[in-house]
């Protein structure tokens, strides 16, 4: 599959669109509001463990197209983080100037959705009056693209690094693990993509005794169309072949037509990301 990001940009105004953390419909209807609660364990060499607690608050589409290329900074990504306040005074003891959580990625099926810009200063977290300091760490997603047509489930990552810049301008870097299963926000359906399949003679008429060839392009929103192109005469197939790297075949007919005109069907088979479809009637001409 080929993604076609300035082919048919002009439909994620009406598209529904997903982001690391806010799966957002951009004008879709409908939209099931979700929250995943998920406690980390984050364990740096020198400053030791650290229990950081995320609740990811996001907006759920009842559908996505597939292959939807999202391009970066469309879509809020937010996250409110809790960490003890003795970890809020140790990243004052070391000159901590700031916490990025960049790397903390929803999983949408086998995939993961990157985030943009996650980060915030040490004085961002707010005290809670309970021994815990809460942040807003809220940024914009990076570029992406939907997955194949399915149902998935949105989880939080099993594991992420949470990076603090000190103030010698060196790193930190603490290893996330999830103290349990990942939490599941919800479920989204990724739709494949409606196609168009056209056909037409190479050469109108055929020189009769002369195979006929047909060229067939198929068309998609998103994706350039892969797969399967049959001919069809009746129930009889007369011809097929495998579209290229543009949506498009030359299929050469396995016999040749008589003279006059013959009616056929050209059938595309679909793939993980478009609809099947067909030209219903093409008309041959032989003389």
């Given at each position: 599959?080929?993604?076609?990001?300035?082919?048919?940009?002009?439909?994620?105004?009406?598209?529904?669109?997903l982001?690391?953390?806010?799966?957002?419909a951009?004008?879709?209807?409908?939209?099931?509001?979700?929250?995943?609660?998920?406690?980390?364990l984050?364990?740096?060499?020198?400053?030791?463990?650290?229990?950081?607690?995320?609740v990811?608050?996001?907006?759920?589409?009842?559908?996505?197209?597939?292959?939807?290329?999202?391009?970066?900074?469309?879509?809020?990504?937010?996250?409110?983080?809790?960490?003890?306040?003795?970890?809020?005074?140790?990243?004052t003891?070391?000159?901590?100037?700031?916490?990025?959580?960049?790397?903390?990625?929803?999983?949408?099926?086998?995939?993961?959705?990157?985030?943009?810009?996650?980060?915030?200063?040490?004085?961002?977290?707010?005290?809670?009056g309970?021994?815990?300091?809460?942040?807003?760490?809220?940024?914009?997603?990076?570029?992406?693209?939907?997955?194949?047509?399915?149902?998935?489930?949105?989880?939080?990552p099993?594991?992420?690094?949470?990076?603090?810049?000190?103030?010698?301008?060196?790193?930190?870097?603490?290893?996330?693990?999830?103290?349990?299963?990942?939490?599941?926000?919800?479920?989204?359906?990724?739709?494949?993509?409606?196609?168009?399949?056209?056909?037409?003679?190479?050469?109108?008429?055929?020189?009769?005794?002369?195979?006929?060839?047909?060229?067939?392009?198929?068309?998609?929103?998103?994706?350039?169309?892969?797969?399967?192109?049959?001919?069809?005469?009746?129930?009889?197939?007369v011809g097929?072949?495998?579209?290229?790297?543009?949506?498009?075949?030359?299929i050469?007919?396995?016999?040749?037509?008589?003279?006059?005109k013959t009616?056929?069907?050209?059938?595309?088979?679909?793939?993980?990301?478009?609809?099947?479809?067909?030209?219903?009637?093409?008309?041959?001409?032989v003389?």
């Amino acid at each position: 599959m080929l993604h076609t990001s300035t082919r048919r940009l002009g439909a994620a105004v009406a598209a529904t669109a997903l982001s690391a953390g806010a799966l957002v419909a951009v004008s879709a209807p409908a939209a099931n509001a979700g929250m995943a609660t998920n406690n980390y364990l984050c364990v740096n060499a020198v400053a030791g463990t650290i229990p950081v607690n995320v609740v990811t608050d996001v907006t759920l589409p009842p559908t996505a197209p597939a292959g939807f290329d999202v391009p970066a900074d469309l879509l809020d990504v937010k996250n409110k983080v809790t960490i003890p306040n003795q970890a809020k005074a140790l990243f004052t003891q070391f000159g901590v100037t700031k916490v990025d959580m960049t790397d903390f990625k929803l999983t949408l099926g086998e995939g993961a959705v990157g985030a943009g810009s996650l980060a915030v200063a040490p004085a961002a977290f707010v005290d809670n009056g309970n021994g815990t300091s809460t942040a807003d760490i809220n940024g914009k997603n990076a570029a992406f693209a939907t997955p194949a047509a399915g149902t998935y489930v949105v989880s939080a990552p099993v594991s992420y690094a949470l990076i603090a810049t000190l103030g010698n301008g060196s790193n930190a870097e603490f290893v996330c693990t999830n103290t349990a299963a990942p939490t599941s926000v919800g479920t989204v359906a990724v739709a494949a993509n409606e196609s168009t399949t056209k056909a037409k003679p190479a050469k109108q008429p055929t020189p009769l005794g002369k195979k006929t060839k047909l060229k067939v392009v198929v068309d998609a929103d998103n994706e350039v169309p892969s797969g399967k192109v049959k001919v069809k005469k009746g129930k009889k197939v007369v011809g097929k072949g495998s579209l290229n790297a543009k949506g498009k075949v030359t299929i050469t007919l396995k016999k040749k037509l008589p003279k006059g005109k013959t009616v056929v069907k050209v059938l595309y088979s679909g793939d993980d990301y478009t609809e099947s479809s067909r030209d219903k009637k093409v008309v041959i001409k032989v003389k």
